[in-house]
Each structure stands twice: as structure tokens, then as C-alpha cells.
DNA sequence: TAGTTCCTTGACAGCGCTGTCATACGTGCC
DNA sequence: GGCACGTATGACAGCGCTGTCAAGGAACTA
């Protein structure tokens, strides 16, 4: 900066200034000095101006992995968004419970960042806490965190919608099948399931829990078996709700190797509307990741920015049923 | 810092001897530096020290959107082995033309990074320059780019393989599909055609520039149209290689839609190994970006750490022929 | 013309660390 | 006991910026 306030005739203040983009400058005093600063390629050190002002200019982000439809979507949104507001994003990738335990134990992120997106993590208690005094605005993506800014899809209203679309066809045995994480299941798992329950008991269908199975769905195997009881059920179902695409897919793979045709004997509803629900021609029902990055980006800006921002903002996104071609009406009952 | 030194009674240049782990600090005064530390969750602000030590510790990364199996995959992998490293990440996602402008303007990495990674951008001469004198290694990937650091995947032998394969299964008339971006072909995209015409020369199959299209993979009707190009022919292929996975799937449902049997009439090959080529059951040649990312990342710390590291390294990274469902011997040719 | 105000610019301290140098304190040896 | 040496610690400057304050000059008013 000294070199550009020498070649410019000018004081490093003044340098400073014409790059902030602050007022008092003259106009002929700002051309020669954004003139130096491009001859001498100048850019500012961000972590020089951060000891000072006390902002870092970083968004950092918490994700598990990147390799998935949602995050990747998501991101993708929020990069740009952030880029546009001249904050940089760095991305924490945290696939492991080791990862996770250090990252939790040593925060990196403190005092390195001006706010943190943490991304569908289902967090302990004392992880959360741990966020709490982290001294920097955190919001929780994919998740409701009470008291803590959130911004989630509205998976109970999307699962009920589902169900009844499936309802509406006149299908009354309707299984539900769980996606199983290797910690169980996510915030999003309990609203569909929920969801899927509400609807049910709304139209009045006896709850029977042998119609709910789970599996983890990048296990092939486990999915088929999840599959294979439901078709051994004494009463089996017309139609499978999967909680996520990708499930929906390996069942409908599944079903049509056993013969049993979709939608004509069995209609098959994903959620998510991913790639492979059109590839598939899959209905299913759709949320945005990409709107939900970027409501996320919006409202960690404004957390940053205006510190009388309400700290424990909820933004609940909404579903859209996508019916296409494996969802059916129930075929009529075998006579007993 | 300076509240960790007096409640561990000691001076801060003691408690910045500890907490980097340096050696000259006697055990107990170790010992309660660090539970000062701890008591007072203090971290050490990157941003501070990079002042002194003119190295930042965050590792830039530079791609065109996350929301790809390629690029998520391959970071999923950089990221660990980054905070393994004690190195941030941070991402610039570049979409569009205009972001790519004003990234290639503004360089804002310049200074805030210690190394630059970029991913699958086919930059132009003016690009790469400014890249040259941004004052860090840049590693390039999955390009190749002359006399700088680059690492990429063996296109040109990836193709040929699966070439072979399709020539060893009887086909003669092989067409080859193209995957346009809006920027027009990216570098694998060269590397594959040349694979697959260095396979047709090898057997002396005469070259047909007809058997060769291109379509923007997310086109679903340039695709079709591609594919009609083909099957209209006075002559049509036996069998369609398509430079990636997706290109092939939507080639394989278009097929099927028209009646063609996939691959009984028709085979098709796919390149990438994405997770779409096993909902296909596709035949293709597998790529690793995680490998990818791993490799890029330990090139990217060793030019980072060794000074005398050779900046113009490339790795080439092996495919492998991944024969499924959807590549059979040719059909026998119907009397003329 | 002198006084007042506003606008532009520069000087300087200090943000939180680290690297260098100096100091203090053992230890071992003749 | 005196000296050299090695190890542990502290003092202090300075990294590249920004915010504050003061100074200088132009413009305007009375």
C-alpha cells in the first residue's frame, strides 16, 4: 500500500480511503491512485484490514461432505451470493466423528470468520453450546435450532402433501421408507415421517408401523431387504413414500426386477426432486437447495451487518408435489 | 493472546511458543499455557500472525460451480486433507462469464491465499498470465497446462480403452458424443475424441467425421437430436460412446423410448463412473476425482512448504474400463 | 478583509501476533 | 570457585492496514 501511495504522490490514508471506497477523496486524487493500484497490481491484505476493523470478511461454512445433490446446490448459490458481497467463503468439510470431535474441540473458525453456516448437522447439545460462545452469528441450515437463526424446508407440510396425493389415488396401504444415516436419522427424516403420519391419520387410515422400514440409501442391499419386507407383509402396500430420491429409485430398480411393474402395481413417490427423479420420471415431492443457500447467505448478511437483527430468525421453505409418471391409482383390491 | 500470558503468568511471546509448538518451552510452563488457553477457549487469530509470517494458511480454490459429482467429490477429498494440514479452504465459485470477469479482474486471492487451485476452467492465455504473476503456486486441474503444475486425468487413454472394447465387441460403426458447454469443448473433452479416433486408427476403421456429435448434456432434446442425427444415417453407429455418464443416460432412455434395445441393438458406453452409470447398469470408463483432489491437495502443500518444489509438475491420473449391462458384441449385419 | 465552515489530506497510533535479541538461570568443567 | 555454555523466558519492534485527529486550503459570508 506504500508503494502505491509513493507511485500516486499521495499518503497511505489516502490510498486506503479511494480503495475503501469512502467519500472524501477527490476525484482526481481517486483516478490516480486506483491508476497505481492497478499498475502495481495491488490488491489489500484482507488479514492486514481484518486485525484492524475487527471483521474478517469470511463466511465459514460447516458441511459434512460436498459430494451430495443438496450441498452442492446449495453452495453453488451461496458462493456468488457472498462473492457479490465481497466476503469470502471458506468451507470446513467434516465427514468423519473424528473430524467432527476436533472440530468441535479446537473451533478453527474462531476469531477467523465473521459468521458460521453449519449445514445439516444434527448437533448434540454440547455442540451447540460450544456454537453458542463462539462469538460469531451461526446459522443452522437444514435444521431447526431453537433460539438459533434457521432456515429449513417445511418437511412435515411436504411428506403430508405427498401422502395425500398418494391418498387422493385411492391407495390406503402406503409405506414409508426411512433414510438411515450412519447417526441415525436427520431433522429432515422426523418431518417427513411425521408428515407422512399426519396425513394418514387426517384421512383417517389406521397407523401400522410395520409399513415404516429404513435403510441407508447408498446400501443397495439393505434397501431390497427393506423392500422385501414390506412385500412379505401379510397385507403389502400399493404404494411406497421414500424420503429421498435416491431411495425412491433403488426401490422403483428393484421392484421392476422382481416384476413388479411401477406404477401399475405399486406407485413409488420420492422427495427432493433430484437429478435421478427425472431421469427416473420419478414423482416426487421438490424443494430448492439453492433457494436455501441463498436464503441462508441473505440472512448470515444480515446478521453480520446489523447486529440488531433478530438472532433466532426461522425461514421455512416450501415443497411442491411433482407428480410424473411412477405414481398411479391404486390398483383394485384382489377379491379375498 | 495477551490474557492467556497473564493467567498463565507467563509473557505472550511464551504463550505464542506454545501454541505453536515449538520446542524451547519447559513442560509445566506448557502445561499451563495450554489450560489458560483452554479455560479462555482462545484461538489463535490467522489473520494476526499472517501479518507477521507473510503466509496466510488458507489454500484458495477456484471453480465454476460445486454442484457437479466432479467438483464435489474432488473437494470432498481436498478438504480433509487440508485441515489435516492445518489449512483453510476456501472456494470462489465462479459461474458465469461476467463473475469470471470480474474474478480475473480483481484477483481478490491475491494476497490472501497462499496457493491457488483451479479447477476445470479452460483458461485463456490472458487468464493463465494473470494467474503467473498472482505470487503463489497455482495447481491446475483437471487440465493441462504447459510448464505450470497440473493434474488431470488420462482422457486420451481412457477413450482409447473404451474404444477398444466397443471395436473388440465386433462394432465398426462407433459414434462418439460430445459433451458442449457454453464455452464451447473443455480440454477433456479434446483428449477424449483424440482417445477414441487413435482407437478407430489402430483397428483401421476409416474415420467418419458423420459419427461424431455434440450436445449439452443438460439439453435432454439436443441430446435427442444428436441421437437422430446418428440413427439417420445412411449407415448408422452400432454402438455410442459418449464422453460422460450423464450424456449416455439420457442417450440410453432415448434409445429405449424409440424401441431401440440398449444393448442388444444398440450399446453404449459411457466415461466418468458417476453414480448415474450404476442406476444404468452403464458400461464406462471410471475416473477418481476424489484421487483427483487428494493429489492436487498434496501438490498444492508440498509447492506451498518447498520452495525448491518443481512448479511445473504434472500427475496424470489412470482410468479403467468399467464394463456393465449396457455394451455387447454387435449385432450381425443385415443382408444389404 | 477577516472570520467561519467544509472538504481534503497526512501523521500516527495500534490491531494481535511473531521473530530477534537480550537476559537470567542452571550445569558442567578445569 | 570461576568460567563457558546451553536452555528458558521476556522485551520490543514491526507486519499492513484503518481510525482518529489535526492541519491546510478553498469557498463562502458578513
Do not use: C
Not at 490516480?32 to 476493523?53: D, I, K, P, Y
Not at 476469531?111 to 460462545?133: I, K, M, P, Y
Not at 411406497?240 to 430398480?253: C, G, K, N, T, W
Amino acid at each position: 500500500m506504500a508503494d502505491v501511495a509513493e507511485r500516486a504522490g499521495v499518503s497511505a490514508s489516502t490510498v486506503s480511503r479511494t480503495l475503501r471506497g469512502l467519500s472524501n477523496v477527490s476525484p482526481d486524487v481517486r483516478a490516480r491512485v486506483e491508476q497505481a493500484a492497478r499498475e502495481l497490481n495491488f490488491a489489500v491484505s484482507r488479514h492486514a484490514s481484518s486485525l484492524v476493523t475487527g471483521r474478517t470478511g469470511v463466511v465459514a461454512v460447516l458441511v459434512p461432505t460436498l459430494n451430495s445433490w443438496f450441498m452442492g446446490s446449495a453452495l453453488s448459490a451461496l458462493g456468488p451470493l457472498l462473492r457479490a458481497a465481497d466476503m469470502e467463503l471458506t468451507v470446513y468439510v467434516i465427514p468423519d466423528l473424528a473430524e467432527r470431535a476436533s472440530f468441535f474441540e479446537q473451533l478453527p473458525a474462531r476469531r477467523n470468520a465473521d459468521a458460521l453456516l453449519v449445514f445439516s448437522f444434527d448437533l448434540t447439545e454440547e455442540e451447540g453450546a460450544r456454537l453458542d460462545d463462539l462469538g460469531m452469528p451461526v446459522v443452522y441450515v437444514s435444521q431447526h435450532a431453537d433460539g438459533r437463526a434457521s432456515v429449513y424446508v417445511d418437511d412435515v407440510a411436504g411428506a403430508r402433501n405427498g401422502t395425500r396425493h398418494l391418498l387422493h389415488l385411492g391407495h390406503r396401504r402406503i409405506a414409508f421408507v426411512q433414510s438411515r444415516g450412519a447417526t441415525g436419522f436427520s431433522f429432515s427424516s422426523y418431518g417427513r415421517l411425521l408428515g407422512y403420519q399426519q396425513a394418514l391419520a387426517e384421512a383417517d387410515v389406521p397407523r401400522d408401523d410395520a409399513l415404516v422400514v429404513a435403510a441407508p440409501p447408498e446400501d443397495k442391499r439393505a434397501v431390497v431387504e427393506a423392500l422385501g419386507a414390506l412385500l412379505s407383509l401379510r397385507e403389502p402396500p400399493t404404494a411406497v413414500f421414500a424420503e429421498q430420491d435416491e431411495l425412491a429409485a433403488s426401490l422403483i430398480r428393484a421392484l421392476r426386477r422382481s416384476g413388479i411393474e411401477v406404477p401399475e402395481r405399486m406407485s413409488v413417490l420420492g422427495f427432493d426432486d433430484q437429478p435421478v427423479a427425472d431421469w427416473f420420471d420419478l414423482s416426487t415431492v421438490s424443494q430448492s437447495p439453492s433457494d436455501m443457500g441463498r436464503v441462508a447467505g441473505e440472512l448470515v448478511l444480515e446478521l453480520i451487518n446489523d447486529p440488531e437483527a433478530d438472532p433466532g430468525r426461522h425461514v421455512v421453505l416450501p415443497t411442491h408435489l411433482i407428480p410424473r409418471a411412477t405414481t398411479a391409482p391404486a390398483p383394485l383390491a384382489d377379491p379375498a
